[in-house]
């Protein structure tokens, strides 16, 4: 009795002189806060789709700051009743508890309380570290006391909120209840708030992912403290008090769409720099359509590991899993590997992005990173540059062997290229050509207009790669990126207009204010009437040639223009088209070049990626059909003569630059012209 009573008469005594000689000691050497944006929290910055959707984030911690008006009563009560019931009435030092606590530590002649206060607790977090010292609780009452007098207690709460630790990486209330209930905490109930609430004084002790006995019984003691202080009824407390902790999987990912929040974050880390990124809160809107990407994830997964079945690979993707291996230095796996990105060819944004087949064993984003023969897919760039030369769609070409010198001098030999089944056509239009992907014809086209100028107009296409001005050039022996192949192509999707690719819409800063818009670029590479064409010759692709399968086995019959592409070791197949607002490319190979197997063209491993990620687009978007630009027409032809067909003829309808459609009639095949009516010039074709 007698230590109590000098306790109790002592310690008030003593802790004014503490406090008065503590600011001497360290008034000039402790943080002296002045505005509550001084003590602004990191923030995690979140990225959104098209349609305002979460795709992920990125942050240092996981933190959602939050106003305390956001912030229902029920839950601050709650935080309350747990830490610092008196909150509203002290200085930022409970006398009364910390000469409890005082008395309770000399009995026991150890600390066994510290009687913290939020804002204590709060000047920890700010400035101070862990280390359970007394000259760590010391600063701790300064800085509560210079906290509380440079700032409302309203002011002090939010700051609280928002920074303590609740476990499990969630920094801050908002981001807790997100982490254990997938909700926002105005939405959490009773026992939810309370289990919360339980949390910030042992994070780890009471984690209810780890311990879950130890979270209730924590969580009980919290309700029944709200009891006590009539924030809650006795029929709420029982509801409360008998309900399971009730912890979901909240917070995390759904995993989609790692590829392209990295790339969005390399883009924004260039623009704002890593440190506003990770801790400054932006809202990084993007051009990404989840729903698509999810899509493109799944079409390109499922047929990796059809593939992977037909051919009894020693390595596949479930064996490397099996194994705990990852993947090497440079990023490559062992497992056969596919590529996608897709684009709105009208504004250059990027709808979906697969860089691998997982990000957890390979950062390494083939979609943007891996600069890889485009075989066949590079043949329309041939094409084009043809067209835009005079060329056109129903001109005849001898399908024939041909040998080219390999050098100035003819002791180098010559170059002989093969087609695909070492069998030739003889005289063939240029649309058979391309839809066939016959490599004669592509070759001699090449010979005529020159390397130099394919490759050049390749580059104003925004190819960057390698691209040797060889006559091999026509086959595709340059390199390329899938997003560089679905930019190209989508200028021939534009009527001729280049839209620079870009995946960023706006950034905001955390208080919603816009610091950052995306402005896109756009170049014409060819008229549009030479791309009407060309879009022309490449939708007979998908209609008659190597993309038929599209059709015929997988039931894709929206109108469509595109071209399979394969190297002559199988090690790099591709698929890339178009419909009219969405262009994509589609890559499957292995990271080390190796075969995928003898027979396995583009049109077998990529186009059923390519066809299934179009199907989910035209569902979502609706059919449309392509439009002809003023100063084209369309005529049925024979695709044996190029001349216009009767109803004999095996024939398809062309695209032509007006004034350059044929005016004879097949002499080869029978029977009367076909009767054609006249288009209209904004008729879909």
Not at 311 to 324: A, C, I, P
Not at 369 to 395: E, T
Request: charged letters at 20%; hydrophobic letters at 40%.
């Amino acid at each position: 009795m007698k230590t109590f009573l000098l306790t109790l008469v002592i310690v008030p005594l003593v802790m004014g002189a503490c406090l008065y000689g503590l600011f001497l000691i360290w008034g000039n050497h402790l943080p002296v806060p002045s505005t509550a944006e001084e003590l602004q929290p990191s923030a995690r910055s979140v990225v959104y789709d098209r349609n305002g959707e979460v795709v992920g984030g990125y942050s240092t911690e996981n933190r959602s700051p939050i106003l305390l008006a956001q912030v229902p009563p029920l839950a601050i009560r709650s935080v309350l009743a747990a830490e610092d019931h008196r909150f509203y009435s002290h200085w930022g030092i409970n006398t009364i508890a910390f000469v409890r606590a005082a008395l309770r530590n000399v009995l026991a002649r150890s600390v066994t309380q510290g009687a913290s206060t939020i804002t204590m607790q709060l000047a920890r977090n700010l400035f101070l570290d862990q280390n359970r010292t007394l000259e760590r609780k010391l600063k701790e009452i300064v800085l509560a006391v210079r906290i509380e007098r440079s700032f409302s207690k309203d002011e002090v709460l939010e700051l609280y909120l928002n920074r303590i630790y609740f476990g499990e990486g969630a920094y801050g209330i908002q981001a807790a209840a997100r982490r254990y209930f997938n909700k926002d905490v105005a939405d959490l109930k009773p026992a939810e708030t309370a289990m919360l609430a339980g949390l910030p004084a042992n994070p780890a002790a009471f984690s209810p992912v780890r311990h879950p006995q130890a979270a209730l019984a924590r969580r009980n003691r919290v309700l029944y403290a709200m009891r006590g202080q009539g924030v809650l009824s006795d029929t709420e407390y029982k509801a409360a008090i008998n309900s399971p902790l009730g912890i979901s999987a909240g917070g995390s990912t759904s995993g989609a769409a790692s590829y392209f929040l990295e790339y969005v974050r390399l883009l924004t880390n260039a623009t704002r720099g890593s440190h506003e990124v990770y801790e400054g809160g932006l809202k990084i809107y993007t051009t990404l359509d989840l729903r698509l990407q999810r899509a493109a994830e799944a079409a390109l997964e499922s047929q990796c590991r059809k593939i992977e079945a037909d051919h009894l690979y020693r390595d596949t993707f479930e064996s490397y899993r099996e194994g705990g291996s990852h993947g090497g230095e440079d990023g490559s796996t062992p497992y056969l590997q596919a590529a996608l990105v897709a684009i709105e060819p009208q504004t250059g944004k990027i709808l979906a992005m697969v860089g691998g087949r997982s990000w957890q064993d390979s950062r390494f984003n083939r979609s943007v990173q891996a600069h890889r023969q485009p075989g066949s897919s590079f043949k329309p760039f041939v094409y084009a540059c043809v067209l835009r030369g005079g060329g056109k769609p129903n001109d005849i070409i001898v399908d024939e062997p041909v040998s080219y010198p390999m050098g100035a001098l003819a002791s180098m030999g010559t170059w002989s290229p093969k087609n695909f089944h070492n069998e030739y056509e003889g005289a063939i239009t240029l649309t058979r050509a391309l839809e066939k992907s016959i490599n004669i014809p592509s070759v001699k086209l090449l010979s005529r207009i020159g390397p130099r100028t394919v490759v050049d107009f390749a580059r104003t296409c925004g190819i960057k790669g390698d691209m040797p001005p060889y006559l091999s050039l026509a086959l595709g022996t340059g390199e390329v990126t899938p997003l560089e192949m679905a930019s190209a192509y989508g200028a021939f999707d534009n009527g001729g207009i280049l839209v620079e690719p870009s995946a960023v819409v706006k950034v905001e800063d955390r208080n919603g204010v816009v610091i950052e818009q995306t402005k896109r670029g756009a170049t014409e590479v060819l008229d549009e009437r030479t791309s009407a064409v060309l879009v022309g010759m490449m939708r007979a692709v998908l209609d008659h040639g190597t993309g038929y399968a599209a059709r015929k086995d997988m039931g894709f019959t929206a109108p469509a223009a595109g071209k399979t592409g394969t190297t002559d070791d199988y090690s790099d197949t591709w698929f890339v088209g178009f419909v009219p607002h969405c262009v994509c490319a589609v890559w499957v190979g292995f990271d080390e070049k190796r075969t995928i197997g003898g027979g396995m063209t583009g049109a077998k491993t990529a186009l059923p990626i390519w066809t299934e990620f179009m199907k989910e687009y035209v569902a979502e978007n609706g059919e449309q059909d392509f439009n002809l630009p003023e100063g084209v027409d369309t005529a049925t032809i024979c695709t044996v003569t190029g001349q216009l067909a009767n109803v004999g003829c095996p024939s398809a309808e062309a695209v032509f630059v007006s004034g350059q459609e044929p005016r004879a009639y097949c002499s080869v095949h029978g029977g009367a012209p076909v009767e054609e009516e006249e288009p209209t010039q904004d008729e879909g074709w």
